[in-house]
């Protein structure tokens, strides 16, 4: 094992520039880092949905908020609004909030809420979300001491600016140029060296892929291999415009479903993401893009460009002294937008347990097997929202519903549907909150739930639920419209 100081970056998307900026935060003494990407080449260009645990990294990478939106142009996010998902005219959010907030409660809310609808009152599930009904307002405000969760939308490409000009100085060395070909060594396989187009040869001893799909080192390079999985999740293309903004930003994401798949919009301060999402064998381009054209609003400020992909994960995501992060590693697909978040918690892994003195076996074999969970749970609750409809207006939507999907997934929605039991498993991203919308939203109603509520006396339960929506509606009534505290807090330079 030889020590590992000099390490490589292959490629500047967000992928690139998020690792560069937390490891030279972290670790940067400790190590010579240098980014190599193409202008040329570019970056994908969308990724503008972000969740919650950014800000955790945010907070990790030292930076103000309100600086980090003025200068992406970001708005805050409470959550999905799902609209034609479970049959054609549904509509239901995924919030970031906890429903009902009653920790010392031994079952989850929804099973209180339940027992409540069954003896006729308790409104909607809604109702006792405090994130969830400030999305519906389209209202927003946090500050010290605030407790309401949520995220981010941005601009991808002013995002990667301004991590770059945070990772430059702090000592990240960025060089300019299209990477022809990677050397190994011949005994060990070990990348040695990025070869540019210019004969420039940039040395390391470990190295970061984040050439995005094409996976330069990981894949083309190292042949690690992928693992398919457009048998559960089939869409494969995407068209991505921006255009000018309409009306006020709402804090929330848009996710329509259409026939053959679902259209994204991303409100930012200065426009507004749109894109288009579809499966190749369903939809062809031409249609998609025309579809897309028709259905945004207010003006496209270019051509739609037209995106392929592949679902799957690579079969490992550290391989040798090559550790794959972003598009590079794998991709589920857009819904849900994990995929930065994928990136942050990978790297924040890798510091955790960076290879200063040489790349063990063991900590790279565990590196992948929890890559490897996560990435399955989230793919589980992606599929969840294809597998779980009742459209019956095309093709699309028949062979997802009529799908095999994965065994764990088949054992989560059978634990909801038979007792209403949700969970989050130790590794798992997506809380027992998120599953519970998805679940309720998508159209399951359980057959029973816990009966811990009944021990409630009818009257209690009542007053207390009441409390809870009454107080969520006050606060909410508290909050200023979302553009109105956007414009106080951090208005970006026009
Ligand atoms: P890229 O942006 O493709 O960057 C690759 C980099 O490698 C570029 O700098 C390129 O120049 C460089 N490069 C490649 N080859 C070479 C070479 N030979 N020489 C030199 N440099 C090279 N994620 C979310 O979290 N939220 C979302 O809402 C979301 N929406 C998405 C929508 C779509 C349709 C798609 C496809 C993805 C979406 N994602 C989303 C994923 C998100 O876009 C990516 O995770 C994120 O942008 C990171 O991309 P990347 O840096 O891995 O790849």
Redesign the pocket.
């Known amino acids: 094992m030889s020590a590992i100081r000099r390490v490589v970056i292959?490629?500047?998307?967000?992928?690139?520039?998020?690792a560069a900026a937390a490891l030279v935060k972290q670790l940067g003494p400790l190590l010579d880092i240098t980014l190599?990407?193409?202008?040329?080449?570019?970056?994908?260009?969308?990724?503008?949905?972000?969740?919650p645990t950014s800000r955790t990294f945010h907070q990790l990478l030292g930076l103000d908020e309100a600086t980090f939106m003025r200068e992406t142009q970001s708005t805050f996010k409470l959550g999905i609004v799902f609209e034609n998902w479970g049959k054609v005219g549904d509509r239901y959010v995924h919030s970031f909030g906890e429903i009902g907030r009653k920790s010392t409660w031994m079952a989850p809310f929804h099973h209180f809420w339940m027992e409540a609808k069954a003896q006729g009152f308790g409104g909607s599930l809604s109702d006792y979300c405090f994130e969830l009904q400030a999305a519906e307002a389209g209202r927003f405000a946090t500050g010290e001491g605030a407790t309401i969760n949520y995220a981010y939308h941005l601009d991808?490409t002013l995002y990667?600016r301004f991590l770059r000009k945070l990772a430059e100085p702090a000592g990240v060395k960025r060089v300019e140029?299209?990477?022809?070909s990677v050397d190994q060594d011949p005994e060990s396989r070990h990348l040695t060296a990025?070869v540019?187009?210019s004969g420039a040869r940039i040395e390391g001893d470990f190295f970061l892929d984040?050439?995005?799909?094409?996976g330069?080192l990981i894949e083309q390079t190292l042949q690690t291999g992928f693992e398919d999985w457009t048998h559960w999740l089939a869409t494969n293309s995407?068209y991505?415009v921006q255009t000018e903004s309409v009306r006020p930003p709402v804090p929330y994401?848009r996710a329509i479903a259409h026939q053959a798949g679902w259209r994204?919009q991303?409100p930012l301060q200065h426009r507004v993401?749109n894109?288009i999402?579809f499966a190749s064998d369903f939809m062809s381009d031409d249609e998609a893009k025309t579809k897309l054209l028709n259905e945004i609003e207010g003006k496209p400020l270019f051509d739609p460009r037209l995106?392929r992909?592949r679902t799957g994960r690579r079969r490992k995501v550290w391989n040798g002294n090559c550790v794959a992060?972003?598009?590079?590693?794998g991709?589920i697909?857009?819904l849900e937008?994990?995929?930065?978040?994928?990136?942050k918690i990978a790297i924040t892994r890798l510091i955790q347990s960076f290879p200063f003195g040489g790349v063990s076996e063991a900590v790279a074999d565990r590196f992948n097997d929890q890559s490897r969970q996560e990435l399955e749970n989230i793919r589980d609750f992606i599929i969840l929202h294809y597998h779980l409809n009742q459209r019956d207006d095309s093709a699309f939507w028949k062979q997802c519903r009529e799908m095999a999907v994965p065994d764990s997934l088949t054992a989560r929605i059978a634990a909801f549907r038979e007792a209403a039991e949700a969970h989050q498993d130790g590794i798992e991203l997506f809380r027992v909150d998120s599953w519970v919308q998805v679940l309720m939203g998508q159209g399951i109603e359980p057959q029973s739930y816990h009966e811990l509520a009944r021990m409630m006396p009818p009257t209690d339960l009542r007053d207390a639920l009441g409390a809870l929506a009454a107080n969520v509606g006050a606060g909410v009534a508290k909050l200023p419209p979302h553009a109105q505290f956007l414009q106080s807090y951090c208005p970006a330079a026009a």
């Open positions: 292959a490629g500047g998307g967000t992928a690139g520039w998020v190599v990407e193409s202008d040329d080449i570019g970056t994908v260009g969308v990724g503008e949905s972000t969740i991808a990667g140029g299209k990477i022809a990025l540019l187009e984040c050439t995005g799909f094409r330069l995407a991505a994401t994204w991303i993401g894109g999402v995106i992909y992060l972003g598009l590079a590693s991709f697909e857009p937008s994990t995929s930065i978040h994928l990136v």
